[in-house]
């Protein structure tokens, strides 16, 4: 595949791309590639950014939401965000090494809840929103309700917008993520 986005440096962005760069770097100590990617089009790092602010109010403690990020970018077998969020999740989160494995694998995952949510949020992803029955019904039997069923279309509306910009850019994972590199 061919690269089709290039980063865009704090030195060559337009103004707006500038400014919302410098916050990245203030909240996050460096631009990860994905965020310099995104500054090709100031509307679309901001509203990345926003979906990104939104998602960590929503009901799901920091480890569903997580859950949520990194089912939506292994289904949509994205490396780059799969590896970001397998550190976050492990380093910010809480989230033991055996549910991220699970997550990974794709297999069940030992507590139950997070296992309705990951196999909910596959589907979703999966049926582009057409969910089988029998999954939102086990979704519900879980304890979630119909708020967490729009915030999980949240996090993949959040992570679908990274997960094809990286496609198209072949992102280069960052230092900080690459020891959570992962290949489907």
């Given at each position: 595949?061919?690269?089709?986005?290039?980063?865009?440096?704090?030195?060559?962005?337009?103004?707006?791309?500038?400014?919302?760069?410098?916050?990245?770097?203030?909240k996050y100590c460096f631009i990860p590639n994905l965020?310099?990617?995104?500054?090709?089009?100031?509307?679309?790092?901001?509203?990345?950014?926003?979906?990104?602010?939104?998602?960590?109010?929503?009901?799901?403690?920091?480890?569903?939401?997580?859950?949520?990020?990194?089912?939506?970018?292994?289904?949509n077998n994205c490396e780059y965000c799969v590896a970001?969020?397998?550190?976050?999740?492990?380093?910010?989160?809480?989230?033991?090494?055996?549910?991220?494995?699970?997550?990974?694998?794709?297999?069940?995952?030992?507590n139950s809840k997070i296992d309705a949510l990951v196999?909910?949020?596959?589907?979703?992803?999966?049926?582009?929103?057409?969910?089988?029955?029998?999954?939102?019904?086990?979704?519900?039997?879980?304890?979630?309700?119909?708020?967490?069923?729009?915030?999980?279309?949240?996090?993949?509306?959040?992570?679908?917008?990274?997960?094809?910009?990286?496609?198209?850019?072949?992102?280069?994972?960052?230092?900080?993520?690459?020891?959570?590199?992962?290949?489907?």
């Open positions: 595949m061919m690269k089709h986005l290039e980063k865009i440096s704090k030195n060559n962005a337009k103004s707006e791309s500038l400014v919302l760069l410098e916050q990245v770097q203030e965020m310099s990617t995104f500054a090709n089009s100031p509307v679309t790092l901001k509203a990345y950014l926003a979906l990104a602010d939104l998602m960590g109010k929503t009901s799901f403690t920091s480890e569903e939401q997580q859950a949520i990020l990194l089912a939506t970018s292994v289904e970001a969020h397998s550190m976050i999740a492990l380093k910010m989160a809480g989230m033991k090494s055996e549910t991220l494995e699970s997550i990974l694998k794709g297999s069940k995952i030992s196999k909910f949020t596959r589907g979703v992803v999966k049926s582009r929103g057409f969910v089988d029955d029998l999954l939102v019904k086990e979704f519900l039997a879980a304890g979630y309700g119909q708020q967490q069923i729009l915030e999980v279309v949240l996090g993949v509306a959040m992570k679908t917008l990274s997960n094809y910009t990286n496609h198209l850019a072949e992102t280069e994972i960052d230092v900080p993520f690459k020891e959570f590199s992962w290949i489907k």
